[in-house]
């Protein structure tokens, strides 16, 4: 499995499109990431699926579960 990757997001507050790198070396996350152009937080959510060789990750302001 890449266990660093890059994946392009886009900010639940403003909708600005940016890329976030990620880490699977520790399996599943939740981290926070300051949006460059509006600043507000970000949530992100991280599920590591070495099974299957996948990395999908989930995107939030915490008051509203975006996919």
């Known amino acids: 499995m890449k266990t ?3 994946k392009g997001i886009d900010c ?3 909708g600005h499109h ?3 790198s990620v880490d699977a070396t520790n399996g599943d996350q939740s981290f926070y990431e300051d949006c460059p152009a509006c600043c507000c937080p970000i949530h992100l959510s991280m599920h590591v699926d070495e099974q ?4 999908d990750l989930m995107v ?3 008051d509203e579960q975006m996919y």
């Open 4 to 6: 660093f990757s890059e």
């Open 12 to 14: 639940p507050h403003c």
């Open 18 to 20: 940016i890329r976030v």
């Open 52 to 55: 299957h060789d996948h990395i």
């Open 60 to 62: 939030d302001a915490d």
